[in-house]
């Protein structure tokens, strides 16, 4: 009897520590599947940044300059590197075809004209000399023969290169006695001078899409170049394109400095460093958070245990923080911060703070 009951308590003991153990087992195996991350809320702060990108040099204005009438390079006034004033002769071209077309015009104007004058004078002092409907007539072809010789005039005229502009000459693609095409009526045409007004410089720089929310109109940047040790510029933001360039994902910005010296040459590369600062306070995340893909940033958030990778927009960051620009994220959401290379996108696990 008392065997039975040792063999029955026996039995009884060995039972409840096998469930013990498959207990322990089952959370062990719990364990490993939902894997502990630690995460944290995001919290509000406001942001002071320096933006540092590289700038090109620009001038205000260039152009190249073509003739509006064909002739060949009769005189050279201008060469590369003379500073011009607006309306200064650069070249003058010859067409003896069209002087010799300026001159029978002329005659043909003179001869309507006094025929004009004629008739008019005889209709006024005895009309029945004449009918109104010859004096027309020879008013008309007065007034053809005029416009044709003003016409002619002014592409004469044409025959003066002169600068559009002032500025330094910093290209001259002819030589004397070249035979010069119309810019007008030839698209081959070549340029006799390029121009460039460097008095003010337009400082180009190619912001990436991702700082395109940060810039503003009128925000002060401080400007050095290589080739100018010493020198600092002070600048503001003048012009922005409010358009993403498609092919490189940035947005033209311009800044403009005064050159009345001419230090700053066109072409110069510079290095802008632009100060940023967020309008109010942010949410904002630790920078260990982030997870960048390319030009894309994500973050993953614990929601009712399953790990979502969520698409972000970074705004301005520091060493230690960056603001989180989306509309999904919350002071109240969890976001992963140790443990990301444990889990990924859809994974049960355990949020720890």
């Known amino acids: 009897m008392k065997t039975k009951i040792f063999i029955t308590l026996l039995t009884f003991l060995l039972l409840s520590c096998s469930d013990s153990e498959n207990q322990q087992s089952e959370k062990t195996i719990q364990n490993e599947k939902n894997p502990n991350v630690k995460v944290v809320n995001p919290q509000q702060r406001s942001f002071t940044s320096t933006l540092h990108i590289i700038g090109n040099a620009l001038p205000n204005k260039q152009v190249n300059i073509h003739a509006m009438e064909g002739g060949f390079l009769s005189d050279l006034k201008k060469d590369i590197g003379d500073k011009v004033q607006k309306g200064d002769v650069l070249a003058v071209l010859n067409n003896p075809e069209l002087t010799r077309e300026l001159e029978i015009n002329k005659v043909a104007k003179q001869v309507a004209e006094a025929n004009y004058l004629r008739f008019k004078k005889v209709i006024a002092k005895t009309p029945e000399l004449t009918t109104l409907q010859e004096f027309e007539k020879v008013e008309a072809t007065y007034l053809m023969a005029n416009a044709k010789y003003k016409a002619t005039a002014n592409r004469d005229s044409l025959l003066t290169i002169r600068a559009p502009f002032s500025g330094v000459i910093t290209t001259r693609n002819v030589e004397l006695g070249a035979l010069i095409q119309s810019g007008i009526n030839s698209s081959n045409a070549t340029a006799l001078f390029e121009i460039m007004d460097m008095k003010i410089i337009r400082l180009t720089i190619a912001l990436p899409e991702t700082e395109v929310d940060n810039i503003s109109k009128g925000m002060q ?94 705004g301005l960051s520091n060493t230690q923080f960056f603001e989180v620009l989306s509309n999904e994220i919350t002071e109240n959401s969890k976001i992963i911060i140790e443990g990301k290379a444990m889990v990924k996108a859809g994974m049960q696990v355990k949020a720890v703070n």
């Open 221 to 314: 940047a401080e400007i050095s170049f290589t080739e100018l040790p010493g020198e600092q510029f002070s600048a503001q933001v003048s012009r922005m394109a409010n358009a993403i360039d498609n092919r490189t994902k940035t947005m033209q910005v311009q800044l403009d400095i005064p050159n009345r010296n001419g230090k700053i040459k066109a072409g110069m590369y510079a290095n802008v460093a632009i100060q940023l600062q967020s309008t109010g306070d942010k949410i904002s995340l630790p920078n260990e958070v982030l997870i960048a893909i390319k030009s894309e940033f994500f973050i993953l958030q614990v929601k009712d245990g399953i790990v979502k990778r969520t698409l972000i927009k970074k």
